[in-house]
């Protein structure tokens, strides 16, 4: 079997699996030299990527890895008794594209795949060549190629044709994975610690793994106290490369970089301006309410998406709902790569008690001056399906996707709080 190491870097598969996904040179090279690499129904090494005319054995390996997860790496060969133990990097050039082709082209429908190089040192133009499969909330995922149209999975040893029962048992696990993401950001409007007030809006952000796994965030965690742990995801969140706060620097409530977080029955949760702090003033400015599962699910509430000012305006904080989306799904990309998760997940985000609101970023622009666009729905809602690389890589530019069209319609698409500094 694979020896997993803290270095390396982990896929989990559909059934609580561990699948290895090298990240360097070193990495590999004292993988192989320790002689700890084996074929397994998760990793398959190959000398090279198939020669022309064979794209369909590639596409077979891909399908088959996709229905729980699993890592091709090409660049390794066999030594005498067939174990993968011996380096012969490939020719990097077209690589990877060849790869994504032969997946868009030859797999029905095509399954996300993740795919990088790693370059030798001593070369930079040859290395290896990973490409890690997630466990697919669509499979099965049907070959196409030569006219094959058949579903494959992985045993031990190899590539398997699934049989009949095996196709519908991944159908109904299709099925049972498929949720409606509208009743899971409704469960948690529900949810709300504050009842709805005329004078606020609130904010409502949720996330949940496509691919169930109650041991994630213990597997994230590892030997560090959770809030240790979620401190220091949180420390990342709340930096200037995450968001930058150019038009409201002094908005509240926010992330925090020290939290205590208390014990849930299925997770953990931190909260400010509850408890004392709220019997002492009322006051859902304040509020702010984060809570992680142990599947690695997420909700976050904040009571002051908008708030009235003193002349009875009510005033939409388009930078502060897109702050702490952004730094909401830079939490959680941090989580699910610390957890080896590397499959979607849901996102859900919904601000209610908007109806009659206007913008606060462009409140002293002449067009709202003198002429106010009031909101003319109480709630706005997006949902979404992200990887949890993009969550990890980008969670600026997943939030801009939930939150842009609000900030649109409340500034006449005259201000987008992501491109702002």
Request: charged share 25%; hydrophobic share 40%; with cysteine.
């Amino acid at each position: 079997m694979v020896i997993l190491t803290k270095t390396v870097s982990r896929i989990t598969g559909g059934t609580g699996s561990v699948v290895w996904v090298p990240r360097s040179e070193s990495e590999l090279v004292e993988v192989i030299q320790a002689e700890e690499l084996a074929e397994t129904a998760t990793f398959d090494a190959k000398v090279a990527l198939p020669k022309k005319g064979k794209s369909k054995d590639l596409a077979i390996d891909v399908a088959a890895m996709a229905n729980d997860g699993g890592t091709l790496l090409y660049g390794v060969d066999e030594d005498e008794q067939g174990r993968p133990i011996v380096p012969s990097p490939i020719d990097l050039s077209g690589a990877a594209e060849r790869v994504d082709r032969i997946v868009r082209s030859c797999i029905s429908e095509p399954p996300t795949v993740e795919i990088h190089s790693i370059p030798t040192a001593e070369n930079p133009a040859v290395g290896y060549l990973v490409v890690a499969v997630p466990p697919s909330p669509r499979a099965p995922h049907m070959v196409t190629v030569d006219k094959e149209h058949r579903y494959y999975g992985r045993s031990a040893t190899g590539n398997v044709r699934l049989s009949e029962g095996e196709v519908a048992r991944l159908y109904e696990r299709r099925r049972s994975w498929e949720v409606d993401r509208e009743v899971i950001l409704n469960e948690a409007i529900a949810r709300a610690p504050l009842e709805p007030r005329d004078d606020f809006a609130y904010l409502h952000l949720v996330a949940r793994p496509v691919v169930p796994d109650e041991g994630l965030l213990d597997r994230a965690k590892g030997d560090q106290h959770v809030a240790q742990f979620l401190n220091s995801l949180f420390t990342v969140a709340v930096s200037e490369e995450v968001f930058s706060r150019s038009n409201a620097k002094s908005y509240y409530p926010d992330l925090s970089e020290d939290n205590t977080f208390d014990r849930r029955s299925d997770g953990w949760v931190t909260s400010q301006g509850l408890g004392v702090e709220w019997q002492n003033y009322e006051d859902p400015k304040l509020v702010l309410e984060f809570e992680i599962g142990l599947d690695g699910s997420a909700r976050l509430f904040c009571g002051r998406a908008a708030d009235r000012d003193r002349g009875g305006l009510l005033l939409i904080l388009e930078d502060l709902v897109a702050g702490l989306t952004a730094r909401f799904l830079c939490v959680l990309g941090s989580l699910y790569a610390s957890g080896s998760y590397h499959g979607p997940a849901d996102v859900g985000l919904a601000v209610t008690g908007l109806r009659g609101g206007i913008t606060y970023a462009l409140r002293n622009h002449p067009r709202f001056q003198f002429s106010p666009s009031p909101f003319d729905k109480d709630k706005y809602s997006r949902t979404g399906r992200f990887m949890a690389s993009m969550l990890k890589n980008d969670p600026r530019g997943c939030a801009r996707k939930l939150v842009l069209p609000l900030a649109q319609a409340t500034t006449q698409e005259l201000y987008d709080p992501f491109a702002q500094g």
